[in-house]
């Protein structure tokens, strides 16, 4: 992984389309535009974004450190997934964190987990964009195990932060976001 999606691979993955605004379901108002790939290599679901962000970046946790919970104040993504949604029972789901210089965190299903996790972030010169490259693991010992898995449930939600404040003005997702990704209805 090197932060850059030119590689043959990316371009047989299936694209992320028609990203919109949470709750508004409205295209980005900020510019935030985002691309997007996926595809299952192995027991990884790899995923590739380009983040547009024409208003800058604003992400403090460099990739080497295990961060805490204020990496949701940053400019990053959220990955969620998890097996599809059985009536009646509770959704249980995966999710990851990574922010715009390559810091990730593992919650709920995944909590603090860091092993099999591959991460690159690169961000552009001007510092108006940056692409992730993320394999996540479908099994991670005594934590989850998806291997078996033939659909899953999968939302990313783009929280681009300019500066150091507690909402980002945009809350932006692969598909409808209502709230939060982490409802089953926004996944």
């Given at each position: 992984?090197?932060?850059?999606?030119?590689?043959?691979?990316?371009?047989?993955?299936?694209?992320?389309?028609?990203w919109t605004q949470a709750d508004l379901l409205l295209p980005t108002a900020e510019g935030n535009e985002t691309e997007g790939r996926i595809m299952r290599v192995g027991n990884h679901l790899v995923i590739g974004l380009v983040c547009e962000q024409p208003n800058g970046i604003w992400a403090q946790t460099p990739a080497d450190v295990h961060t805490g919970t204020r990496i949701w104040?940053?400019?990053?993504?959220?990955?969620?997934?998890?097996?599809?949604?059985?009536?009646?029972?509770?959704?249980?789901?995966?999710?990851?964190?990574?922010?715009?210089?390559?810091?990730?965190?593992?919650?709920?299903?995944?909590?603090?987990?860091?092993?099999?996790?591959?991460?690159?972030?690169?961000?552009?010169?001007?510092?108006?964009?940056?692409?992730?490259?993320?394999?996540?693991?479908?099994?991670?010992?005594?934590?989850?195990?998806?291997?078996?898995?033939?659909?899953?449930?999968?939302?990313?939600?783009?929280?681009?932060?300019?500066?150091?404040?507690?909402?980002?003005?945009?809350?932006?997702?692969?598909?409808?976001?209502?709230?939060?990704?982490?409802?089953?209805?926004?996944?």
């Amino acid at each position: 992984f090197d932060g850059d999606l030119s590689d043959a691979a990316w371009k047989e993955a299936a694209k992320l389309t028609g990203w919109t605004q949470a709750d508004l379901l409205l295209p980005t108002a900020e510019g935030n535009e985002t691309e997007g790939r996926i595809m299952r290599v192995g027991n990884h679901l790899v995923i590739g974004l380009v983040c547009e962000q024409p208003n800058g970046i604003w992400a403090q946790t460099p990739a080497d450190v295990h961060t805490g919970t204020r990496i949701w104040r940053e400019a990053g993504c959220e990955f969620f997934f998890g097996p599809p949604v059985k009536a009646g029972e509770e959704q249980e789901f995966i999710q990851y964190i990574v922010n715009a210089l390559g810091a990730f965190r593992g919650f709920n299903k995944a909590q603090d987990n860091r092993k099999d996790v591959h991460c690159a972030v690169k961000q552009a010169d001007d510092g108006k964009s940056y692409t992730i490259e993320v394999a996540l693991p479908l099994k991670v010992d005594g934590l989850y195990d998806y291997t078996d898995g033939r659909a899953f449930t999968f939302n990313v939600m783009r929280n681009p932060f300019y500066g150091n404040t507690f909402n980002s003005k945009e809350r932006i997702g692969w598909a409808p976001i209502f709230f939060t990704a982490g409802r089953p209805e926004s996944r």
